[in-house]
Structure formats: structure tokens, C-alpha cells
């Protein structure tokens, strides 16, 4: 398979980024042959499917689907008064490593009717990065359970909105009620290198826990 990627972002040892154009990739380059699956979860709103456009080297897949009157009364859309879409399968992007290894990343519909298809989106999922919004923080609650009875592991992004308020992240992790070891950072999802920093963040911690059992 060819590849029109000349310079993929890469990750330096130590969670340096390398910076270089981002370019349309059509195939996985040749000299690929690992791959790594991650999960972009949270709850309705929270950007998930902004995350990956973000990050991804190629134009992600979306599954998103125009909000209408049939939602009423089933998905929760206090807070969010200029949402139109909602992902209803997955979000799907991808991001070149190194030559040799390739990030996949899967967006998981936020409501609750779609936990059946995160059964199968987190088959073979190596953790999750986790979104949150300050301003519904109650609403994570539910996403954090549904990864914790599965097994899954997660670190957690909050999402910084505009007009939101600001929190230390120490309090924020008093209010998710997280693990002294479960990493906690803050991103803007229309921002790609705070983006990738958490992602970045999320990998080692994975690595740190795969050492730990050996």
C-alpha cells in the first residue's frame, strides 16, 4: 500500500512532539507494522467527534446524524442549545506515529441507548481517553462506570469550552472522584497539540501500567 505522507507527527521519547504539516494520508504507509487502539469516550456534547477531527492525518469517518423532534425527552440536551448532530455509531481517525507504528482512534456515541456498541468498539482497545465538561461534569459519572466494569483503562480530558468556568484540576478530580493514578490534563478538542499532549499523556500511562504487570 502507498501512502502520500511525507512527515508524520511523530512522539519523542519523553512526550516531545515533533512538529510537522499535517497532510491528507489516504493508505497506511508500507513500513507500518504495529497498530494501537484507543478509545475518544464522554458523555453527549462533550466533544468527542471535534477531539478526533483534531487529531486524525486522514479526514475522519463520522457517523452523525441531524438532532430531531424523535430525541426529545431521550437524550439530555439541557446545556448544549446550539447542538444540531449527534454521533449514532463512531468517530474514527488515525494518526502515524513513527514509520513503524499507527494510533487508531475510535469516538463512542455519548448516550446511554449506545452502550451496546461500545461492547464491541473497545474489543481490543488498549484504554480510553476520557472527555469531560466542567459545566455537566455530573454526566460523567455513567461514561467512567461503564469503562470500569469492562476493565478498560482511562485518563481524563476536560474539555475547556468558551464561558465555561475554570476549575483546578485538583478539584476536578475530587468532583470524578478518579484515582491518585489516573491522569487528568486539560485540552481544547479545536486544538490539536493540546489534544495530542493528552493523548500523549494517556499512551504513557498505558505503557507505565503493561511495565508495572511484568
Not at 506515529?97 to 475510535?106: K, R, T
Not at 461514561?143 to 483546578?168: H, I, K, M, T
Request: with cysteine.
Amino acid at each position: 500500500m502507498g501512502s502520500v505522507l511525507s512527515q508524520p507527527e511523530r512522539v519523542e521519547p519523553g512526550g516531545g512532539i515533533e512538529a510537522s504539516p499535517r497532510r491528507a494520508v489516504e493508505y497506511v504507509p508500507e513500513t507500518v507494522t504495529r497498530s494501537v487502539k484507543l478509545l475518544v469516550a464522554g458523555n453527549f456534547g462533550v466533544g468527542k467527534t471535534t477531539f478526533v477531527s483534531s487529531v486524525s492525518e486522514i479526514k475522519p469517518l463520522r457517523t452523525e446524524e441531524t438532532i430531531t423532534e424523535a430525541s426529545i425527552g431521550i437524550d439530555d440536551m439541557v446545556g448544549l442549545p446550539g447542538k444540531s448532530h449527534t454521533t449514532v455509531a463512531m468517530d474514527f481517525g488515525r494518526i502515524t506515529l513513527n514509520p513503524q507504528l499507527a494510533l487508531y482512534l475510535f469516538g463512542t456515541p455519548g448516550q446511554q441507548r449506545f452502550v451496546p456498541l461500545w461492547e464491541e468498539l473497545a474489543r481490543g482497545a488498549l484504554g480510553a481517553l476520557v472527555l469531560v465538561d466542567t459545566r455537566r461534569i455530573d454526566k460523567a459519572d455513567e461514561v467512567l462506570s461503564v469503562l470500569e466494569e469492562r476493565g478498560v483503562p482511562y485518563s481524563v480530558g476536560v474539555n475547556q469550552f468558551d464561558g465555561a468556568q475554570s476549575f483546578p484540576l485538583d478539584e476536578i478530580r475530587d468532583a470524578l472522584d478518579l484515582t491518585p493514578d489516573t491522569p487528568l490534563t486539560s485540552l481544547d478538542a479545536r486544538h490539536r497539540g493540546t489534544c495530542l499532549q493528552s493523548l500523549i499523556t494517556l499512551v504513557e500511562y498505558l505503557f507505565r501500567r503493561v511495565e508495572a504487570r511484568q
